[in-house]
Structures are given as C-alpha cells and as structure tokens.
C-alpha cells in the first residue's frame, strides 16, 4: 500500500505533465526598486511606468495611493510620480508593498496575477489564476 505522500506526488506530477500546476518559481512577477531621485524638495519615483506594467495597474490609483499614505500632493508628468516632499526610498518601498497587498495579491491563492473588475460601486481583485473574486477593503 503507498503511502499518502507518494500518492500526492504522483498526482501532482500528473497534473503537472498536463500543465494545470504552476511550478515553483513559474507564475511569479519580479517588480523592480523603485528609481528614485530628488529634485529640491520633491521626490520622483521614476520608473514608475515600469513596476506598474508589471502590476497590470493604473498610474492614477497609485498616486492616489501614495496621496492618501503619505498625506503629502503627488502629480504624473512623462510617466512619472513626483511626490510634494522628499521621502526615503525605504518609506516608498514600503507603500509599494502595501499597495500590492491591498490593489494586487490575490487574497485566497496570494498570486500576483490579478485584474481590478468595478462591479456597480464595489472594486473587486479578480485572480486569473485561481479564478477568486475578493473586494478591495482598502478606501482611497
């Protein structure tokens, strides 16, 4: 008689031959650091246009984002967050991170790949891969 883990192997390697299982490291987003440069007493955050294409986001939720987080005027020039004050690239590494917890990680699965869907007034975080569809909790 095999035992349960042998049989749990062999069944994922069957679905892996069938492509229903994503492999460890398959299926992950590498987001780069944010760039960040200071010119007097702003902030530029800039490639911004490159983690977000990474995100699948919005240029203008994020800045919404980083508005609301840092309680300080952002604005978009050229693909472009400049924030009104000069913050410390660990400050802003750290609301990215909270804004993919809150706008793109899937809730049930944890993956990245996911879309925003507006169902009347309710964003919700759609998962591509696992299929779950979760509200967004967090209010700009």
Do not use: W
Request: some cysteine; charged content about 35%; proline content about 3%.
């Amino acid at each position: 008689m095999k035992s349960y883990l042998k049989l749990l192997d062999e069944a994922y390697k069957k679905l892996e031959e069938k492509g229903k299982v994503l492999k460890k490291g398959e299926g992950e987003i590498e987001i780069p650091l944010p760039k960040i440069s200071y010119h007097g007493k702003f902030t530029y955050i800039e490639n911004t246009k490159e983690i977000l294409e990474k995100l699948r986001r919005d240029i203008k939720l994020l800045m919404k984002f980083l508005q609301k987080e840092l309680n300080v005027g952002c604005k978009i020039e050229n693909n472009i967050i400049i924030i009104q004050k000069k913050i410390s690239i660990d400050i802003i590494k750290s609301k990215i991170d909270k804004f993919i917890e809150n706008f793109v990680r899937c809730p049930i699965c944890k993956k990245l790949d996911t879309v925003l869907v507006k169902k009347d007034r309710i964003t919700f975080i759609k998962c591509e891969a696992c299929g779950a569809e979760s509200p967004v909790t967090y209010k700009i």
